[in-house]
């Protein structure tokens, strides 16, 4: 039997589809913007933190009742039948994040996001615990140690403490914070109540603590269509490439122009405090965020050097390429345009808002019935909802047919403040007045202490029409 040769097979080696995450240590800034993000992620967080501690006249001054189905805002008052409003208010916040895109790129990514606002929060106690971007990559590189698990454990007890308190506080804005503390402290939480605040804890946990520029990179829908929204006249973060190149090191002072280099030094220094690791030298690139981290450091690093600034800026593509720039452009004058009419129609309707509703149910059991005294008579349940917070004391009228009679509780019309009261009453006509077998009737409801709740809701009376 003839022996089998041996054959020497050549693997072909095998490539990665997905790149491995590298851990990106943002370097510390100081500068304008650097000033100005913070100032932000201050405000927003305070606004966040904090808001759902402001009391208004005894109660919360803000406060989402989904159980009640009443949304408090100050001394507004707003109900499920309100819900065109809150359309409305998101038609005018996507408007209004065209607009500013169009005008100034990503702007709200890298100061108002929340992703970026919680991801400061975090890297400022990573900052604080670990040190600076040299000693925490110092640190993540060194094996296990005492030291190392004693800076590991307090960053995360304290990361786990602020997403705690964060999902609390997002509680809070639906159910009253004073109640829901008290029922935190005795263990009397209810289970929708403890699975938000743990969802919205650890889901604040894993977005600012681990995955930070992953959410942006990957998980963002922003990132991908911005670029639709982007022309020549948007302002955008941008290396000025012609007075950068050909970068190069040299010593302070040296004429870089003689010596045949442009303004750019290659530090660095603006990959290193990049939230997302991008060289923003590569130019415009989608995982840019807009923070202008790098336009901070690298005007620093032009100060220092005695170049002019601005070597990274926020600038356009007209304005690099010489060209005029535009800032009334026909797409931001529609932007414009659509948000200014919008937001004075939704402000202009809240303004003129009645806090008082009625809906008119006629009983279907019987189209209509008539009385011992010869009377067409049809029955009606008037679900009387007082929208303001004030109680209020109310009369009722109805017109439409000559000589109708009303008959009704005995018992005034009280409606307590945010409460619906079902009020029966019965409507007599004539069926001589009668000329169809169905008209329209109108009920008038108008408080007695005030001459500004008031109105007016049709109906329709049954009845036989006798030739």
């Known amino acids: 039997m003839a022996e089998k040769k041996s054959q020497n097979v050549e693997l072909t080696p095998v490539e990665e589809v997905y790149a491995k995450r590298k851990k990106i240590f943002p370097r510390q800034v100081t500068g304008l913007f650097a000033t100005l993000r913070f100032s932000g992620v201050l405000i927003l967080l305070g606004i966040y933190y904090f808001g759902p501690l402001i009391q208004w006249d005894n109660r ?15 001394d507004w008052i707003f109900w499920p039948q309100d819900f065109i409003y809150l359309a409305a208010l998101l038609i005018i916040a996507a408007i209004a994040l065209f607009l500013v895109t169009a005008l100034a790129g990503r702007v709200w990514c890298g100061y108002a996001c929340p992703q970026t606002v919680w991801t ?11 040190g600076s971007r040299a000693k925490q990559i110092k640190l993540e590189k060194a094996g296990w140690s005492w030291d190392k698990f004693r800076l590991k454990f307090t960053k995360h007890f304290l990361w786990l403490a602020l997403s705690f308190i964060t999902g609390f506080v997002f509680v809070g804005w639906f159910t009253p914070i004073n109640e829901l503390m008290d029922r935190t402290i005795s263990f009397e939480l209810g289970p929708w109540e403890a699975f938000w605040i743990f969802f919205y804890g650890f889901a604040t946990y894993g977005n600012a603590g681990w995955m930070r520029e992953q959410v942006c990179l990957y998980m963002c829908p922003y990132a991908r269509f911005q670029a639709a929204m982007f022309d020549k006249n948007t302002l955008v973060i941008s290396y000025d490439e012609k007075r950068g190149e050909p970068r190069g090191s040299r010593k302070k002072g040296s004429d870089y122009v003689n010596d045949g280099k442009g303004a750019c030094v290659d530090c660095s220094l603006c990959v290193q405090v990049c939230p997302t690791g991008i060289d923003i030298r590569d130019g415009l690139q989608y995982q840019c965020i807009g923070c202008a981290a790098c336009v901070d450091v690298c005007n620093e690093v032009m100060d220092k050097m005695g170049y002019e600034p601005d070597l990274v800026s926020y600038t356009t593509e007209n304005a690099l390429s010489g060209k005029k720039e535009s800032l009334f452009r026909p797409r931001v004058i529609i932007y414009v345009i659509l948000l200014s009419v919008i937001s004075v129609a939704l402000f202009t309707s809240i303004a003129q808002r009645i806090p008082l509703g009625v809906d008119v149910i006629r009983d279907r059991n019987s189209l209509y019935r008539e009385t011992d005294e010869g009377m067409i008579e049809n029955v009606y349940t008037l679900k009387i909802m007082n929208m303001d917070l004030k109680d209020h004391r109310y009369s009722l009228a109805v017109g439409g047919v000559e000589g109708l009679t009303v008959k009704k509780p005995k018992k005034g019309i009280l409606v307590d403040a945010g409460t619906v009261l079902n009020y029966p009453i019965r409507v007599q006509v004539d069926p001589d007045k009668l000329k169809k077998s169905s ?12 001459d500004k709740l008031s109105i007016e809701v049709d109906g329709r009376f049954l009845g036989p029409v006798y030739k």
């Open 439 to 450: 008209t329209e009737l109108i009920f008038y409801l108008n408080a007695i202490d005030s």
């Open 60 to 74: 919360q001054a803000i406060l989402f009742d989904l159980p009640a189905r009443k949304f408090y805002i100050f």
């Open 120 to 130: 400061e929060a975090f890297l400022w106690i990573e900052r604080k615990v670990e």
